[in-house]
């Protein structure tokens, strides 16, 4: 799969809107900019809520990437039913997941480069080395405590980021990619202060759209 960033940065972003603490630099997912009433999105017409995350409502549909599959995740204000945040799904093979989640994440810090970069990517040592053949194998089979992200954060901003992490199903890898604007991070901020010590369901960091994945990118 090869990413292109120009691809990366339209269809994650618009102009940087401007806020008391600074330009919001992720404004938009999949071409359309936060704000967006979900019934102007063409790619959802006619679709109804799959879930909720931290009181968000998740649309979900099969969209084109770069010319491949994806799945897609719009996340729309519970009141206002303006989009906040998104995430694309995909697929992978413990043959391609280290090369397509490194240029996936290498294009978003191109698209990007204002954004702060923190990461952590399991790695194998010791003996883990012998018995897996890539470090993306040892993280399929030891997720259960293992961690595979990279965040990038908007230092002077109102606190829009975007991020690429890799969860599994099954012994298959799935890579999600999302954008996430400031105001999507201040309702989940308050939605989980509101909602401490109860039994939720996973919040958006860890929780991409729940429908079946498609088939994901390919070389």
Known sequence: MRVQTSSILLLGTFAAACGPEGPEVVSGFHGYPWGTPVEAIAELAGSEPVARKEGLVVHSAEVDFQGHAALAGFYFHPETGELLEGAYVFALTLEDCEAVFGEV???????????????????????????????????????????????????GGPG???????????????????????????????????????????GLETAPPPLELPVGPRA
């Open 105 to 155: 994440a290498g294009a978003v810090a191109e698209a990007f480069p204002t954004l702060e970069r923190e990461e952590i990517l399991a790695r194998r040592e010791g003996e883990d080395v012998d018995v897996y053949e890539s470090d993306c194998e040892y993280f399929v089979y030891n997720a259960h405590k293992e961690v595979w992200r990279v965040d990038f954060t908007n230092p």
């Open 160 to 202: 829009d980021r975007a991020g690429v992490w890799l969860k599994v199903s099954g012994r298959s890898p799935r890579m999600t990619l999302f954008y996430r604007s400031a105001r999507a991070e201040e309702w989940i901020r308050e939605w989980n202060e509101e909602h401490e010590g109860e039994e939720t369901p996973p």
